[in-house]
């Protein structure tokens, strides 16, 4: 049989408290973004936000969906909202 076996993939999760509510999924393929989002009724759930090549695309994901959780009031003020965010994270896992 050619090809990967059924069930052969091994998944890791990155789980960090300063990712949260977001974490990530890696196998030998890829990385994918999930989110936890809560419900109004105090449960929670998991969504996929993407699937990427690369750590620095799903770091960047991340900032992407975090950014767009509010209004801004200049191109100026998201910009350095942004690079704020992203650098952080960089910062923190030394990317």
Wanted: glycine share 6%; with cysteine.
């Amino acid at each position: 049989m050619a090809g990967r076996q059924k069930g052969s993939t091994t998944l890791t999760y990155i789980k960090d408290p300063i990712l949260e509510p977001y974490f990530i999924q890696m196998d030998e393929h890829n990385y994918t973004l999930c989110k936890n989002v809560p419900t109004q009724n105090g449960d929670s759930y998991e969504t996929k936000l993407g699937f990427f090549g690369d750590l620095d695309r799903c770091i960047n994901r991340i900032v992407r969906d975090q950014i767009t959780q509010k209004n801004y009031d200049s191109l100026q003020d998201y910009l350095t909202e942004y690079k704020e965010l992203q650098n952080r994270l960089i910062n923190h896992f030394n990317i």
